[in-house]
């Protein structure tokens, strides 16, 4: 057994069962056990790999946007370029490298990344030395300084933890993890029913309710319609709140069971962009799209800078370069350009902006038809 396994039986044993959403939170970022807190997850040789180490289109092409995004606020002379969850530096560096073609952005970006892993912090100073003149390192978005900000969320609010509900018997129960007879870890369900949902759903479906990744979005919003910008959130999720159990864990690029080995898997769980979006509009933000993420990154251009990579490479280049195209706007239930979504969350002062055609309407953030 782990030594976090070890700890979270035994958290169990003294208080009694615990919720899924605080056995995510010490998987993933207990202090001295946690996932994120040992190890650098990425690439080849760790246990995913997210779009910016696919290819460095994507953080050139994300860079493109932030700076235009920039010159639309007004070029404003400093800036808060703020990254969530910013992995090994990869997109931020390539971001930055972009950015220089529009004048005046690099001067006045102030990079800010909220990052609680040690390890990732080391690999993000490497990544980003000598690029920007400072970098500051926040554990939460609580502390990032005021001012006009331009936010870059990839693949952040997936690791966010979860609160889980059961359908049964007519009510919804919350999941919980307690212990079995034989002291491993198992799923249960609460005694008392959860009077606040009142959601329709069969005989056992279960219901995701993403508190945290709540809280944080309608902090940001909040801090966004104050100052001013935007975030660009990118995720793998739905565009509607609806059942379905989306909790999983990955190692070694294969999905395993979440309660084997706490701290040595990824978790993670489907984004919700309709309860991000309600979020961010009760703060008083505006939403553009959500779209996928193959509608976003064609709409910026990225045949064509494929093409220029393509033409100034060898043969051998130009069919890596094509197939991480591919990969980046791969269409089906699981290709990345379709199971990642892009949405905007911004000034009510801004115009739309580029990649998206349209706002989210209320209506539409709550699920309803529009």
Do not use: C
Request: glycine share 12%.
């Amino acid at each position: 057994m782990s030594r976090l396994k070890s700890e979270i039986a035994a958290i169990i044993a003294a208080e009694g069962p615990i919720s899924v959403e605080r056995f995510m939170a010490l998987a993933l970022g207990h202090p001295r056990h946690g996932y994120y807190m040992t190890r650098d997850p990425f690439g080849r040789a760790g246990d995913f790999i997210t779009a910016p180490e696919v290819s460095q289109m994507f953080g050139e092409l994300v860079g493109l946007w932030v700076a235009s995004v920039w010159q639309t606020m007004g070029a404003p002379g400093k800036l808060r370029l703020v990254e969530l969850g910013p992995g090994r530096g990869t997109l931020m560096a390539d971001l930055l490298r972009a950015g220089r073609v529009l004048p005046g952005f690099s001067e006045a970006v102030d990079v800010h990344l909220v990052e609680t892993s040690p390890v990732l912090r080391a690999a993000q100073k490497a990544s980003l030395a000598g690029r920007v003149a400072a970098l500051h390192w926040h554990d939460r978005v609580e502390d990032l300084p005021p001012g006009p900000a331009i936010i870059v969320a990839n693949e952040f609010f997936d690791a966010l933890p979860v609160r889980q509900f059961v359908r049964q018997g007519g009510v919804w129960r919350e999941r919980l993890v307690g212990l079995g007879a034989d002291g491993r870890l198992v799923f249960g369900l609460a005694a008392e029913p959860e009077p606040r949902l009142t959601q329709q759903a069969g005989e056992g479906a279960v219901l995701e309710v993403p508190l945290v990744g709540h809280g944080i979005m309608r902090a940001l919003a909040q801090r966004l319609v104050a100052d001013g910008g935007a975030l660009l959130a990118i995720d793998y999720g739905h565009l509607a709140t609806a059942p379905g159990d989306t909790l999983q864990a990955m190692k070694d690029h294969k999905p395993v069971d979440p309660l084997i080995e706490p701290g040595e898997a990824d978790l993670t769980a489907h984004v919700d962009f309709a309860a991000l979006g309600r979020a961010a509009l009760a703060a008083g933000a505006v939403l553009q799209g959500p779209v996928t993420q193959r509608v976003f990154l064609e709409a910026l251009g990225l045949g064509a800078r494929a093409e220029r990579l393509q033409r100034s490479g060898s043969p051998d280049q130009a069919r890596a370069i094509a197939g991480q195209r591919e990969r980046l706007v791969e269409g089906g239930r699981t290709g990345m350009g379709e199971l990642f979504k892009v949405m905007a969350v911004t000034h009510p002062g801004l115009p739309m902006l580029p990649g998206f055609d349209r706002l989210t309407t209320p209506a539409e953030a709550s699920g309803e038809e529009p």
